[in-house]
């Protein structure tokens, strides 16, 4: 049997599926669920656009001639990688009409959709701060660093799936995490130390303390706010300590209505689901490095927030 162009295997000659092949064929996606779905996610920062990846995948997989894939896991990576790559550069037009800054879709971990986490990389890899650093990246070089990083495959490997060589792979990762390295140290406190930071940060706010929040964050903290348009939200980001606090002494401060907080887990990192009187929410969570808070990032886009039950 004869690959097709895109070196995948043929599908079957009279290009039908019986149920029984349409079973098995779901069982095998379904074994490699997890691990496709995170592959996905950390490739597009939608939980909803790798759902459709998936499905695509399934699709694809449906029409080929299963027994002559000697491994599945590794042929189904390539599949989603390359669908991925596709949307990436296909959306890249539509985020300029965007309203605002563009934040990841939060994802509840705890369970995580994507699999108990093997290690600590595979952990930091699905936090909100370095999925919205990974959007400078070009989509190969996103594709290279989330493989090789996140799932730790050889440039052997990465290259077979990209249809690159496994030199090309290693410069490819090599330019993205240096374009990523600055900003990636920003993120450096343990899940611990987030929460801690996260919690003092939002009692300083709730006081309207500005010497306080203005301690708890670095001189050169930003915070993003994703409204997408559809909810009230900063336009555009917030930088620096004292209009950053001013800014959230101003949006949950005494004189306001006292919203309700959720402590959550999303992403793999801890974070607070905000509920305002008459029904708006939004989900919180920060960057932290060296004892204090680098980034803020609130998700008040309602579209984002239908997997958080907080």
Same mark, same amino acid.
């Given at each position: 049997?004869? *690959?097709?162009?895109?070196?995948?295997?043929?599908?079957?000659?009279?290009?039908?599926?019986?149920?029984? !092949?349409?079973?098995? /064929?779901?069982?095998?996606?379904?074994?490699?669920? *997890?691990?496709?779905?995170?592959?996905?996610?950390?490739?597009?920062?939608?939980?909803? @656009?790798?759902?459709?990846?998936?499905?695509? /995948?399934?699709?694809?997989?449906?029409?080929?001639?299963?027994?002559?894939?000697?491994?599945?896991?590794?042929? %189904?990576?390539?599949?989603?990688?390359?669908? /991925?790559? @596709?949307?990436?550069?296909?959306?890249?037009?539509? &985020?300029?009409?965007?309203? !605002?800054?563009?934040?990841?879709?939060?994802?509840?971990?705890?369970?995580?959709?994507?699999?108990?986490?093997?290690?600590?990389?595979?952990?930091?890899?699905?936090?909100?701060?370095? %999925?919205?650093?990974?959007?400078?990246?070009?989509?190969?070089?996103?594709?290279?660093?989330?493989?090789?990083?996140?799932? @730790?495959?050889?440039?052997?490997?990465?290259?077979?799936? %990209?249809?690159?060589?496994?030199?090309?792979?290693?410069?490819?990762?090599?330019?993205?995490?240096?374009?990523?390295?600055?900003? &990636?140290? &920003?993120?450096?406190?343990?899940?611990?130390?987030?929460?801690?930071?996260?919690?003092?940060?939002?009692? =300083?706010?709730?006081?309207?303390?500005?010497?306080?929040?203005?301690?708890?964050?670095?001189?050169?903290?930003?915070?993003?706010?994703?409204?997408?348009?559809?909810?009230?939200?900063?336009? #555009? *980001?917030?930088?620096?300590?004292?209009?950053? /606090?001013?800014?959230?002494?101003?949006?949950?401060?005494?004189?306001?209505?006292?919203?309700?907080?959720?402590?959550?887990?999303? #992403?793999?990192?801890?974070?607070?689901?905000?509920?305002?009187?008459?029904?708006?929410?939004? =989900?919180?969570?920060?960057?932290?490095?060296?004892?204090?808070?680098? !980034?803020?990032?609130?998700?008040? #886009? *309602?579209?984002?927030?239908?997997?958080?039950?907080?």
């Amino acid at each position: 049997m004869e *690959p097709d162009r895109g070196g995948h295997p043929a599908p079957a000659a009279d290009g039908r599926v019986t149920t029984a !092949g349409a079973t098995q /064929a779901a069982g095998a996606l379904d074994a490699h669920r *997890p691990m496709l779905l995170g592959l996905a996610y950390r490739m597009l920062g939608s939980l909803h @656009d790798a759902e459709d990846v998936l499905q695509d /995948a399934y699709l694809r997989w449906l029409g080929v001639d299963r027994a002559a894939v000697a491994e599945p896991r590794r042929y %189904l990576s390539r599949v989603v990688t390359r669908l /991925a790559i @596709d949307r990436l550069r296909a959306r890249q037009a539509a &985020r300029e009409a965007y309203v !605002g800054p563009w934040l990841p879709e939060p994802v509840p971990t705890a369970p995580s959709p994507f699999g108990p986490p093997e290690h600590a990389e595979l952990r930091d890899s699905l936090s909100l701060a370095l %999925l919205h650093l990974l959007e400078r990246l070009t989509p190969p070089e996103r594709a290279v660093y989330v493989l090789r990083t996140a799932f @730790d495959l050889p440039y052997a490997q990465v290259g077979e799936i %990209l249809d690159r060589s496994a030199a090309d792979c290693r410069q490819l990762h090599h330019r993205a995490a240096a374009r990523i390295a600055d900003d &990636r140290r &920003r993120f450096a406190a343990d899940p611990g130390e987030q929460r801690r930071l996260l919690d003092a940060f939002l009692a =300083a706010a709730r006081d309207g303390d500005l010497a306080r929040l203005t301690d708890l964050v670095a001189t050169d903290v930003t915070s993003w706010t994703d409204g997408g348009g559809r909810t009230r939200a900063a336009r #555009n *980001p917030v930088r620096g300590a004292d209009r950053v /606090a001013r800014f959230f002494a101003g949006v949950l401060g005494p004189r306001r209505p006292t919203p309700r907080t959720v402590p959550v887990e999303f #992403n793999g990192r801890p974070g607070y689901v905000v509920h305002w009187p008459g029904g708006r929410r939004y =989900a919180l969570t920060v960057a932290a490095a060296g004892g204090r808070i680098t !980034g803020l990032y609130v998700v008040a #886009n *309602p579209e984002k927030l239908t997997r958080l039950a907080g």
